[in-house]
């Protein structure tokens, strides 16, 4: 007999489903009317990337994820449990193409993310996931995360915590995607990314990673089509679990962090 926590996980699932083909739908018609914009006025427009998704939009099913979802703490009823963000700006950064491969993919890397909330330690998957460690290398070494907001938390069917958009606002990214890696690691089982598991976000789309990545602090069934490259430390996970505890600002499982969560300084390291 289905349990009525499996009913709710699997309602979930089936609107994230929904949900990112209604925004593909929506990307395609975007990208006709630009193309139509651009030919009229003569004018190549560069587009910002398209918005990346891991979980349930905010504005589709209002009614339903409120039937579904225990809402989170109200920001005005949630104490900041994390700190002031370091001086600095975030670097609006572009690039034409994905960098060339230079890691070493028998080697051993981690990245290190200085939040305002504590640091993150992540066992990075060079040999399983090399394009996407060595963009990360790359992006890190450039100070693209710097000073950048997490700017999603869900806790509604799934469990992460999204970074990587210098923008905050769900849209940004660095000018180039990568390929998909590593769809088939043993730690995926039964669709399930299990707590700990750092992956990439997309737009559904095959192929569409570019910066933003999520972390998952409970297991999260999702369809097997995320990126995993790396593992967060036992420590780094008491820092989710911390940023999870205060909420997000909707109350409906879906939202920007109650927590003030900023990359002050991430860097990838090699071991």
């Known amino acids: 007999m289905v349990t009525q926590e499996q009913r709710k996980r699997q309602l979930a699932r089936e609107k994230f489903l929904r949900q990112q083909q209604r925004r593909t739908a929506s990307r395609r018609k975007a990208r006709a009317r630009n193309a139509v914009i651009a030919s009229v006025l003569g004018v190549i427009v560069v587009g910002s990337l398209a918005l990346y998704t891991t979980g349930v939009l905010k504005d589709d099913d209002k009614t339903n994820a ?9 920001p005005s009823a949630v104490k900041d449990p994390c700190e002031k963000p370091a001086e600095g700006a ?7 193409k994905e960098p060339a491969v230079t890691i070493d993919k028998s080697a051993k890397y981690a990245m290190k993310l200085a939040t305002t909330c ?26 693209y995360f710097d000073h950048t907001k997490c700017h999603r938390l ?27 890696e590593n769809l088939k690691d043993a730690s995926l089982k039964a669709n399930v990314y299990p707590a700990g598991t750092v992956a ?13 990545f999520f ?15 790396g593992t967060v430390s036992e420590s780094g996970m008491a820092v989710l679990k911390k940023i999870a505890a205060a909420g997000e600002n909707t109350g409906a499982g879906d939202g920007a962090p109650n927590a003030t969560v ?10």
């Open 90 to 96: 975030v670097k609006t950064q572009t690039w034409k």
């Open 215 to 229: 972390l998952v602090f409970e297991d999260s069934q999702l369809p097997p089509s995320y990126t995993p490259f």
């Open 262 to 271: 900023v990359i002050d300084k991430a860097t990838v390291s090699k071991s």
């Open 154 to 180: 869900t806790t509604n069917g799934i469990f992460v915590l999204q970074c990587g958009d210098p923008t905050g606002t769900g849209s940004g990214g660095p000018g180039y995607t990568i390929p998909d």
């Open 66 to 74: 409120a039937a579904e979802t225990t809402p989170s703490p109200s």
């Open 118 to 143: 504590g640091d993150i330690d992540i066992a990075l998957k060079a040999s399983a996931a090399p394009h996407t460690v060595n963009s990360f290398s790359f992006l890190a070494g450039k100070g």
């Open 200 to 212: 990439m976000a997309n737009t559904g789309q095959p192929g569409s990673g570019g910066s933003q």
